[in-house]
């Protein structure tokens, strides 16, 4: 039989989530503003984060009722190869989540430019509603990137290149029964699978995590 991986999660550094971000996250970033990190080792060794800010949508929670500081996003899960499943380092991390944060809906978005579907958020019963509207995207830096996160570095824009992008797929997680009662008349089919569940978290998985760095904010992991 094979053999249960020992995970372990905690809050993650600074340090820590920007090393997984860059090596194990398609955008190869971490984003800015107030973000709380949370880490993942499995069998002592650093796996990854998942990540959870305001992200670049000041209005992503109108259409659910909510003020900004009620709900935020899924805004990475940059993990390297594991045995554990996406779904489970996810729901553990939303537990964290929960107990420090007084929220009640967690947002996520899953790009079908970058060949994603949403995948990870299926296999965990998010309940999907739809595509997004289409943004502005800024090429800055030799990237694409959404118009809010230039703003935000405080850019002009004047000689920028801009386009339009389509809308993402949108899932969310109720972290509250008046959340998921409010929501469940959004619920819509699952847009189909375009690549492996495991695919929407990860994107250069050929490193391994190790040594640099493992540390976390608190003396001792969390056993799973």
Known sequence: MPVRPDLHIDWATHKAATFACERWHYSKCLPVGKLIKIGAWEDEKFI??????????????NPYGLEQTQ?????????TEHK????????????MLKQREQIELV??????????????????????VGTSAKSVKVFWKGKWRHKKTVDDAGICQKNLKKRTAEG????????????????QGLARPYPKRVQSIESDASGNQSEEGGAIPTCTLQHGLLPI
């Open 71 to 79: 709900g935020c996003e899924l805004v990475r899960i940059a993990l």
């Open 168 to 183: 993402k797929h949108t899932y969310l997680m109720p972290l509250t029964k008046r959340m998921k009662s409010k929501i």
């Open 84 to 95: 554990a499943p996406v779904s489970k380092i996810m729901a553990h991390a939303l537990r």
């Open 107 to 128: 947002v996520s978005y899953a790009d079908p430019e970058a060949g994603h579907h949403g995948g990870v958020y299926q296999a965990a019963n998010w309940t999907y």
């Open 48 to 61: 990854g984060c998942v990540i959870f800010g305001r992200g670049a949508n000041r209005n992503m929670l």
